[in-house]
Nanobody, 126 residues
Framework: QVQLEESGGGLVQAGDSLRLSCKDS????????MGWFRQAPGKEREFVAA????????YYADSVKGRFSISRDNAKKMVYLQMNSLKPGDTAVYYC???????????????????WGQGTLVTVSS
């Protein structure tokens, strides 16, 4: 049963912006940290951004800091990733994930996460 569903991926040019969305159909969204990961062709999946249960604490990978912004709407059970100033190196499949706890540390460096989406492809052309 897929509980997380991403949307918003597509083909854009370098410098463009894109917003990814993730809908959580599970019952624990509002008390769990959420995160975004990505996997580029031929590379391992890597952490991108995390947000705590209430949205007041966020954490980013150095590679996206200042360009990407994660946010959430607990009433809608949605988490978003606003991506600005996109680069060809941002090309990847982007995955939404739900942590097993409420803090960003339950996303960053976690060995096991509660749920994963199936991913949405972002392609940035130069």
């Amino acid at each position: 049963q897929v509980q997380l569903e991403e949307s918003g991926g597509g083909l854009v040019q370098a410098g463009d912006s894109l917003r990814l969305s993730c809908k959580d159909s599970g019952s624990t969204f509002s008390i769990r940290a959420m995160g975004w990961f990505r996997q580029a062709p031929g590379k391992e999946r890597e952490f991108v951004a995390a947000i705590n249960w209430g949205g007041g604490v966020t954490y980013y990978a150095d590679s996206v800091k200042g360009r990407f912004s994660i946010s959430r709407d607990n009433a809608k059970k949605m988490v978003y990733l606003q991506m600005n100033s996109l680069k060809p190196g941002d090309t990847a499949v982007y995955y939404c994930a739900r942590g097993n706890g409420a803090a960003t540390t339950d996303i960053v460096g976690a060995s096991v996460l509660g749920a994963w989406g199936q991913g949405t492809l972002v392609t940035v052309s130069s």
